[in-house]
């Protein structure tokens, strides 16, 4: 598994949310969650693969229309996102009353 460099906000949202979930999400399943665009979150997703962090398949299913790429954390990816969110929430937690200040 590679570093990734830069980790902007759209980076620690789709890491959240396969930290969040206890089975594989497709990629329309996380633009949903996040709120970020398709141009954001498949060259993302496409990045965290290319690094080892995530790892992805074809569905395999029955059901009508076509079918969806599958993404989960890798067994490296998972403990390294983990840290990641939580590096963020502390960041996050830190800046909120500077901004509440600020609104004043």
């Given at each position: 598994m590679e570093p990734l460099g830069r980790l902007g906000g759209a980076t620690v949202d789709v890491l959240r949310?396969?930290?969040?979930?206890?089975?594989?999400?497709?990629?329309?399943?996380?633009?949903?969650?996040?709120?970020?665009?398709s141009g954001s979150v498949y060259p993302l997703?496409?990045?965290?693969?290319?690094?080892?962090?995530?790892?992805?398949?074809?569905?395999?299913?029955?059901?009508?229309?076509p079918r969806r790429r599958m993404y989960e954390l890798t067994a490296d990816g998972a403990p390294a996102a983990r840290r990641v969110c939580a590096q963020a929430a502390t960041r996050e937690a830190r800046q909120r009353p500077a901004r509440l200040r600020e609104a004043r």
């Open positions: 949310v396969l930290v969040d979930s206890d089975r594989p999400r497709w990629g329309l399943e996380i633009i949903k969650l996040t709120g970020r665009p997703l496409e990045r965290l693969e290319r690094n080892g962090w995530v790892t992805s398949h074809w569905e395999e299913t029955e059901r009508r229309g």
